[in-house]
């Protein structure tokens, strides 16, 4: 046997180096990527009958988004979610709701376009309520409650006239994040700007000590609302709540940013998103509008449309 050649030698010598640096450093990219949610990739082509391990995230999705109350108000029984790995009628039909929801090819089957947008960050606030009510698509197909209150909470929850001029305050509580407070107070009021210039409302940043009605600020997962967050690279970046709770948190582990690179949420498109909670909008089906749930890493969506601007001035008219 012939012995290696030394440039070989000193190659393989260089590459264990640097195999070993990676491994030794304390890298904070890399322990981001080791919090991603189980890739959901593996499930592309699985349809019903089958029994595939992953399956059960894709039912916690659809259950942590209300499509299990949309599969119970079809049927009209109260389906418990079998926790397992079983692709059933139940699924099917979930999956069914999600993808008309979407605007995706209503198949049933785990497509690829139906998987990559479930791995899409997404706001908190589920797609289909408690009562089966829906502010997207699926409840013009199931529901028969097509009208002008498509795109609100059930009971269409909002704020009286009497508080037109909403005050908000910042609440971190401790939560630390890269995004100093001065940034985030002018990117909020920057987003507040901006459905105030399409609605009855006035928004005014208040100090500590004095009223408010908008509570803003990072949170990091179980956080004492019942609804916890899911950590870096978790699916949820931010939830609000509807009128006149006020709240409106963001996940203080994702990679939040106010020029957003390529691995980042930007924060301010984020805000005008959850401020449309707070209003009292809920999520809608049209792909142009903020209040549509999902956002990827790196896009900026600063601008109202038609369809975000119709709902405020419907709500509030
Ligand atoms: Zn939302
Ligand atoms: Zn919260």
Not at 140 to 155: A, W
Not at 171 to 197: N, P, Y
Not at 300 to 310: G, H, P
Request: overall charge negative; charged content about 25%; proline content about 4%.
């Amino acid at each position: 046997m012939k012995s290696p050649k030394p440039t070989l030698l000193l190659h393989q010598v260089f590459v264990f180096l640097i195999i070993s640096l990676v491994a030794i450093l304390p890298n904070p990219i890399l322990s981001k990527t080791q919090l991603q949610p189980l890739s959901l990739k593996h499930l592309e082509g699985c349809r019903k009958g089958q029994t595939v391990k992953g399956l059960q995230e894709v039912k916690n999705y659809l259950k942590k988004f209300g499509y299990t109350n949309a599969v119970a108000n079809i049927n009209d029984y109260h389906h418990v979610h079998e926790d397992d790995n079983k692709f059933d009628d139940v699924l099917e039909s979930e999956i069914k709701a999600y993808q008309l929801n979407y605007n995706l090819d209503v198949n049933g089957k785990l497509d690829t376009s139906t998987l990559e947008q479930m791995m899409l960050p997404r706001c908190g606030v589920p797609d289909i309520d408690n009562n089966g009510e829906s502010s997207m698509r699926w409840n013009h197909y199931y529901g028969g409650r097509m009208g002008l209150n498509f795109k609100f909470f059930d009971g269409k929850p909002k704020w009286p006239p009497s508080k037109y001029n909403l005050t908000y305050k910042f609440t971190l509580d401790g939560t630390e994040t890269e995004i100093d407070v001065q940034t985030l107070s002018s990117v909020c009021a920057r987003a507040f700007a901006t459905w105030a210039a399409v609605s009855h409302f006035q928004f005014r940043e208040v100090g500590e000590g004095e009223h408010a009605d908008i509570f803003i600020g990072f949170r990091r997962g179980a956080h004492g609302d019942g609804h916890p967050f899911d950590g870096a690279g978790g699916k949820i970046v931010a939830h609000a709540f509807h009128p006149t709770d006020g709240r409106l948190h963001y996940d203080a582990d994702e990679n939040w940013g106010t020029d957003p690179a390529s691995d980042e949420i930007d924060l301010e498109s984020v805000t005008l998103h959850e401020i449309g909670h707070i209003l009292g909008l809920g999520h809608t089906s049209d792909e142009e509008a903020v209040m549509f749930p999902t956002i990827g890493h790196g896009e900026t969506k600063r601008q109202l449309a038609s369809d975000d601007i119709n709902g405020v001035q419907t709500l509030y008219a």
